[in-house]
Each structure stands twice: as structure tokens, then as C-alpha cells.
């Protein structure tokens, strides 16, 4: 199929938030501190987590290695925008947008599988606690956290291959801070059926699949708290709350951006939930899983203390 003008795209431009130059500064700095801060949060827990003999244990495994996903989660998307806030250059070379959307997608479904795999990790710690270092045994973990990664990359290629099979011509603004399905099934000039059939047929397996595999495991763990008592509830419940909490967000942003069809989808409401699950989830899941916990909270003051004695 020939593009009618003769002129394919070579390059996209990101519209981003806002075309109000006075705006472009609150921008910048917010998205900062936020990418600042879930940098800063992450990279710790990873250093906590390697160092400390105490938080040896699969729930901290997982834990980091969510971590890593989060940092590489965050950098695929947040410094380019940053660099596209303050800058009059807002465009994107076209193979470069579908790298980002690989690695988008790769990041972003791996850091799904993971969320779920934490969810296991709750519900043989409190439904089965007998069994728990058996079960969660180290290889068993890196098995676990390996087979996140293979579906996430293999999903990730399937849909990438998918757009690089449509074509694009005419209008080549995205209206979006980074290269997003919906978007650039919108820009496209191909019929976009078998790629919406794709996200519904296959997506809907690899994101969904996840999620009401956390629900079941969550009936069970609640089912299996009805037995505790009014303190071992309240134990219970503190570790799983900020994991269901984060989960809600997350998958409520995904589903409210990927499981609509393209003709419905609207770039505010894709950029305001992007927002939640591209930045704020990554940026907070250190934060409310991990810096609050109170074995945290010790390695972080034993790490300060050695770092202090080590410059005295």
C-alpha cells in the first residue's frame, strides 16, 4: 500500500502536555523531583536489599528486582520528556519511537508479571508459612523473575513488529509524551483491525491474566485471615495493603488506556492515566512496599551509620 502523497513518515512529533510556554517550567521541575525521587527510591532499596544479610530473603529478592524494573520503567519515557519540556525540538526519529515503545511495553508488562509474582510471594507467607522457604526458595524466585522477563519481551515483540508492519504518512503528531499504542494506531494510514484484535485477544491474556490471578490469591489470603487473630490480621493486612493499593492504581490506568478501542480513545485521559502508571507507580512502589517497613528502615540506618563512620 502506497501513501498518497508518496511520503512516508520519518519521524514523529510529541505534542506532550502543553503548547503554553509559561506552563513548560511547572512541568519540568515536577516531573524532576518525581523522577528524581523514584530513581532515589529505587536504586536504595536495590543497595538495602544487596548489602544487608537481613533482607536475604525472597520477598526482598522480589523486591529488588522489581526495583530494577522500575528505574529501567522510568528512564525510558521520563528523560526524553524532560528533554522535549524544555526544548523548542519536540520530534522523534521513527525507529527510535518504536524502540521506545518496545522497551515500554517490555518494562511495563515485566513490572505486571512481577506485581504478581509478589502477590504469590504474600499468599504462601501467610496462607502457608510453614512451607514458605521451600516454596520461595531462591531458585524458584530467579525462575519466577526470568519468566517475567521472557513474556514481557516476548509480548513486547510481537505488538512492536505489529506497528512496524503499519503505515504512516501525513500527519506524523502524537498526541502524547512518548510513543504510545493508542496514539500511533491513530496516526496510522493501514488498517488497524489485526492490531486491535492483538491487544484484545492476546493483551487481554498477558495483562489481565496477571491481575485476576492477585485477586484469587487475595480471596485466599482473606479467607485464610478470618482464622487469625484480631493481631495477626492486623500484621497480615499491613503487608498486603500497599501491594493491593498499588495494584488498583495500575491496573486501573492500564485497562482505562488499552482495552478501549482506538476510535474511543482520548489523548487527555491517555496522558492523565499514563501519567499513573509510567511515573507514579514506579515512583511510589519503593516508597509505600519497602521504606516504611521496619527491617528497611534498620538496614537503611546500619548503611548511614557505615557510610558516616567511613568519612569521620
Known amino acids: 500500500m502506497e501513501c498518497d502523497n508518496g511520503t512516508e513518515i520519518t519521524e514523529f512529533v ?5 503548547s503554553q510556554s509559561e506552563q513548560q517550567p511547572l512541568f519540568f521541575m515536577t516531573f524532576l523531583l518525581m523522577y528524581g525521587a523514584g530513581l ?16 536475604q530473603t525472597p520477598m526482598y529478592f522480589l523486591l529488588r528486582s522489581l526495583s530494577m524494573v522500575d528505574v529501567a520503567f522510568l528512564t525510558v519515557t521520563v528523560p526524553q520528556m524532560l528533554l522535549h519540556i524544555m526544548s523548542s525540538s519536540k520530534s522523534i526519529p521513527f525507529y527510535s519511537c518504536m524502540a ?19 502477590a504469590l510471594d504474600r499468599y504462601v ?12 526458595n ?33 500527519d506524523n503528531h502524537l498526541s502524547h509524551f512518548f510513543c504510545d499504542h493508542q496514539p500511533l494506531l491513530q496516526l496510522s494510514s493501514s488498517d488497524t483491525s ?42 497480615a493486612f499491613s503487608t498486603c ?15 482505562g488506556v488499552y482495552f478501549l478501542p482506538t476510535s474511543s480513545y482520548s489523548s487527555q485521559r491517555g496522558t492523565v492515566f499514563a501519567i499513573m502508571y509510567t511515573i507514579i507507580t514506579p515512583m511510589s512502589n519503593p516508597y509505600i512496599y519497602s521504606l516504611r517497613n521496619k527491617d528497611v528502615q534498620k538496614a537503611l540506618r546500619n548503611l548511614l551509620g557505615r557510610i558516616l563512620l567511613s568519612h569521620s
Request: net charge positive; glycine share 8%; charged share 10%.
Open 241 to 255: 495493603s500497599s501491594h493491593l493499593t498499588m495494584v488498583v492504581l495500575f491496573y486501573g490506568a492500564v485497562t
Open 194 to 235: 489485526i492490531n486491535e484484535a492483538f491487544i484484545f485477544f492476546e493483551g487481554v491474556p498477558v495483562i489481565l491474566g496477571p491481575f485476576a490471578f492477585i485477586v484469587i490469591t487475595y480471596v485466599r489470603i482473606v479467607a485464610a485471615m478470618r482464622k487469625f487473630s484480631a493481631s495477626g490480621r492486623r500484621k
Open 14 to 18: 510529541l505534542l506532550g502536555f502543553s
Open 100 to 118: 521506545q515503545f518496545f522497551f515500554f511495553y517490555m518494562f511495563g508488562v515485566t513490572d505486571i508479571f512481577m506485581v504478581s509474582v509478589m
Open 40 to 55: 532515589l527510591g529505587n536504586i536504595v532499596m536495590f543497595i538495602l536489599i544487596s548489602v544487608d544479610t537481613h533482607l
Open 138 to 170: 531462591q531458585k524458584v524466585c530467579g525462575h519466577l523473575v526470568a519468566g517475567c522477563w521472557i513474556i514481557a519481551t516476548i509480548h513486547s515483540m510481537l505488538h512492536a513488529g505489529l506497528l512496524l508492519c503499519l503505515r504512516y504518512c501525513g
Open 125 to 136: 507467607a501467610i496462607c502457608d508459612p510453614l512451607h514458605y522457604a521451600t516454596v520461595m
